[in-house]
């Protein structure tokens, strides 16, 4: 049973960076791409970036997020990590790491198979 487990959350000021970390157990994800996502009090969940676990490693993102955030991988780890920079207060939410098989829309939560319990980033104005 594949698990995803989301690190690296806090309380930070408007400017900062903070970086995610979403460590994969369980099972192999060799075949995935592992997302990225947010929600915020009273929003929907909302896609942030992906990445393909192996091959080309094609990342992909959110127009809002360009620029700002950036997602890696460490094979030997087992982690995907979102580097986040230049933090608004509107960044606030529950941070997700999720895991879908290889193909398809990467940018849609539906067919994300595995989900992390989420991590909390707070950025105060």
């Known amino acids: 049973q594949g698990q995803l487990v989301e690190s690296g959350g806090g309380l930070v000021q408007a400017g900062d960076s903070l970086r995610l970390s979403c460590t994969a157990s369980?099972?192999?994800?060799?075949?995935?791409?592992i997302g990225w996502f947010r929600q915020a009090p009273g929003k929907e969940r909302e896609f942030l970036a992906a990445?393909?676990?192996?091959?080309?490693?094609?990342?992909y993102y959110a127009d809002s997020v360009k620029g700002r955030f950036t997602i890696s991988k460490d094979n030997a780890k087992n982690t995907v990590s979102l580097q986040m920079n230049s933090l608004k207060p509107e960044d606030t939410a529950v941070y997700y790491c999720?895991?879908?098989?290889?193909?398809?829309?990467?940018?849609?939560?539906?067919?994300?198979?595995?989900w992390g319990q989420g991590t909390q980033v707070t950025v105060s104005s």
């Open positions: 999720a895991a879908k098989y290889y193909g398809g829309n990467y940018y849609n939560k539906v067919g994300y198979e595995y």
């Open positions: 369980g099972r192999s994800f060799s075949s995935y791409a």
């Open positions: 990445i393909v676990w192996s091959g080309g490693s094609s990342t």
